[in-house]
């Protein structure tokens, strides 16, 4: 037997992995103020219909469940988070700024970077209209990236503005029922041969492609740049009109973040969707909103391929099962070195000891395995036991009443300090 | 438009307290040396079947997917354990310690600590026979709910042997065909009239009645309590050969968790199942195990019952969104003060500000409901900062280029230090 395609096992290194990055979005989103939520991972089928349409149905895991009710495992997070925020808005002071890390599922092709289910971190901020919650948004999004190592070499957000657009159908006279296709081959233009986009165009193709030309740019993608240039993040974003996203909902500004070599999908992507809650809750709560979502297997993928980002990774994933390993030499001393252990685990260290009789050789050898930073060897010498520093080889007799004091005091991490070292990439990021 | 009846949402305050009950697990598996996997939340059908017969299937959310394959969202792990353990266990030195932290799904009569999602702690140490591997499982269970801020007079763990029973029950002749009811009958025996069981069991009631007010004991019993009393918690656990839980494929010792006053579900239960990964793996890999899963439904209720332990709950929970909140007295400095919240943010402190203009007094506010312990405002006085500590209203102007180290020295808590304090209710559990 084996998992289903396109779903992942986590081993230990792979979910040690999969909680960096996790703890890597937390701190981030901690900084920024961002509180975190989650909802149901199964929700009714009709909640996606409404936002997505019929087509959506198809690349669902969708079912009917024994109390006969349709049923879909979640997609994507904005229809609950418009649910949710519908029911409860009242009790929160605007903006609310959530974060939430779910899993979503799709039945769908898989390729590089697209499983059947990832992890995605969902950033809102919503209750606020203006183009400083845009900037803060992609701000965030940019922290979020520079926090995993990388630099302006690595990675670039594309940000554009859907209502440059509109004006611009507008004022060339294009019918409003005309607007979601045409926005649609401006966002399929980079995928598509020029030619296919032309037809697609039709009578305004000329303009558009003059525009990318010219590098267009709006008087609110100005002062959004000038927002993340205050904040030193310039150089990480770049304007960039070709950028649409397909989906029909965005209202104003829109970005995607790339890594810089253009050889993955999008990092993450997002913009402003003012109506979508109003309308996901039949007007129960009418809120303009700015929000995007950053995937953890194009990400994982990146930090793969980028030196100081993997290396980064590497150290933070260095931590050994056990900081201290109790060896017992002499049998006899079996319950001894329980209470021993059972005292240093209570104190906050990881130890361990072997839950059989073993040879003490062979025991060392354990303890080296798990990168154990301490032995205590439990023989002998009872009620004195050998303290032996794994890291220099030094050993000494102590007391038993004094082991506690004795490990605290050797060169050797303390619990506490064990683990902020372990934050530390996080922190110096 | 609702959650489905038995999905909850998770709000911040819920969303913390279900990160509060996965980081003291996570912190308890760290010192005990056992390493966090995953598996996937949906699997094929037949695996669940395979593990528990086809009555299993009536309580699943099964559903046949768009590739035509039976599949099921995990209502457990085991079975994923099984799995990956047949494929992988080559690779890892024995004992294998995991622990996981599923999010698990049944389709059953909702009732109080029941509903139709829950997420379970999983741990389950692979590869050892002996009592000492029981104890230690025993030992990590009692120290999990320790952590929580449990003590003695809260909590018990009942533990039984069914080799016990099984040789009880060969002793009296009885064919082994009949144990599986047998079985069920004892364990059903203290939520069922006397009269009931008693018809049950047949023949072999009075022996089975009389074991029940002798206490009765095994060898290997008492030596699990043994090797709980060196530990100093023989006072949290009891023999109870009641308990027989109705799996069928415990082999040895098995416990289960309760709140002392009986009020509750059992908020743990596990024990040996040596044969279960060799059958599900069809002899892929036979290795002896032993585990348990703790939910957190019910754990999440004896907690706001305790005293302490909801008071070591809401000092975890006493975090802010914030802990400075920079205040744009005059517009003209809202560059300036957008570049210190990024230094702020990028030095890991937690840091906000009004997105919009607003008055002064009214941007106090804010920094106060979100519990800021220091403002930054950014007016006339500027390149200058005035730095109030909103903790004692003490206040100063400093340059704008002394701001972080002026901070650091301040007696607010540091972003180093606030983590630590935050953590401390682990720490000294």
Redesign the interface.
Known sequence: ?????G??????EA??R??YIFATWRE?M???????????????T??YRKKSGNEIV?QL?N?????D?A?A?RPELTP?LA??IA??ERQF?K?I??F?IP?C?R?EKQQRGRLR?HFQLNCDLIG?A?V??DI?LI?LCI?LLRAFGFARDDIVVRISDREFWTEFLEARDVPPEQWPQMLQAIDKSEREPRERTAENLGRIADAVFQTFAEGGTSARLQSLM??LA????KEFATIDLKIVRGLAYYTGVVFEAFDRKGKFRALAGGGRYDNLIGQL?DGAASLPAVGFAMGDVVLGDLVDETAAASAQLAAALQTS??DIFVIIAKEDR???A??V??EL??A?????YP??AAKVGRQFQ?AQ??GARAALVFGDEWPQVAVKNLENGQQQLVPKEDILAHLAGLPILS??AR??QV?RPL?ES
Do not use: H, I
């Open positions: 037997m084996q998992a289903l395609p779903f992942r096992d986590f081993l230990p979910c040690a999969r909680n981030v901690r900084r920024y103020g961002f509180l975190e939520w989650d909802g149901p991972v199964l929700e009714p009709e909640l198809g895991f079912f009917t469940d024994k109390g009710r049923v495992m609950t649910r949710v029911a409860n002071k903006p700024k959530w939430s899993q599922f039945y289910e606020e203006g400083e919650a803060e701000a922290d000038q927002g205050a904040r030193g993040l809750s099962p056990a079996r319950t001894d329980l209470r252990v059972q685990r209570e906050g260290w990881g130890a361990d839950l059989v354990t395995q798990l619990p506490r683990r902020s934050e922190e």
